[in-house]
């Protein structure tokens, strides 16, 4: 018999299908949780890039069903109490593909660097605004070291854009990045529209990746900031 492959091996992996998240994503967002408190008062959230959706279901289990006990080490459902489900809270979930429903989260399938998928989630909220606004959005990696850190600028760029038209102000943004040598910049360009930037990277996320989240707390743009400045960028992307 061969050896299982590197991710059956994995610790998150085997948590991941214990606890019957879609994927083992599910634990760097709930890391990000634990370190800086993204989910404290959010009831509007939008997941970017979402499928095969296992950051909505944390989205969902947290916020909308308030599950307690669901915490990056809890190593069983037992542990998990159900409330009742907050109807309050509304979770809109984007991705290029179409994914499982899950409680409390409405789906739209579109590509975010398309102005008329931003469009549509602005709508979905309705001329109110969300608390929150994450994106795992990855490219299908070329192995180019360069290209792929350009391809995820561009997701990164689309998911700000969509973050500035919908976010509140004191809102939070949580974003994939790869990282390269323009990081100290982008910390600082982010620093012009959010109080306090991080860059981080959860100990689920594996060390072999270049990959690491930007944490943005307090939205907070300049005086006469217009988010459509972004939008004529969104449709020459590609
Ligand atoms: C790493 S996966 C996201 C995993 C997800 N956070 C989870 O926990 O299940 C990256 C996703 O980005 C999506 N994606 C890539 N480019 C996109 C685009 N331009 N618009 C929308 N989704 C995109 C892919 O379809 C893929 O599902």
Redesign the pocket.
Known sequence: MGKPSKDKRDIYYRKAKEEGW??R??FKLLQIDEKFEIFKDVTKAVD????????SQVLSRKLYLKEENLTPNSTSNSAIVPAQPNENVKIVA????PMAALPGVTQLQ????QYSTAQAIIQEFDGTQADLVVC????DVTGMHSLDIYIQGQ?LL?ALHIAFNVLKLGGTFVAKIFRGKDSDLLVAQLQLFFEKVWIVKPRSSRNSSIEAFVVCKNYKPKEGFDPTQLTPYLNNLF
């Open positions: 879609r994927a994503s599910a970017l890039c979402a499928a095969p959706g296992s950051w984007v991705d290029l593909q579109g590509d975010i660097t795992d959005g990855a490219p997701l689309s």
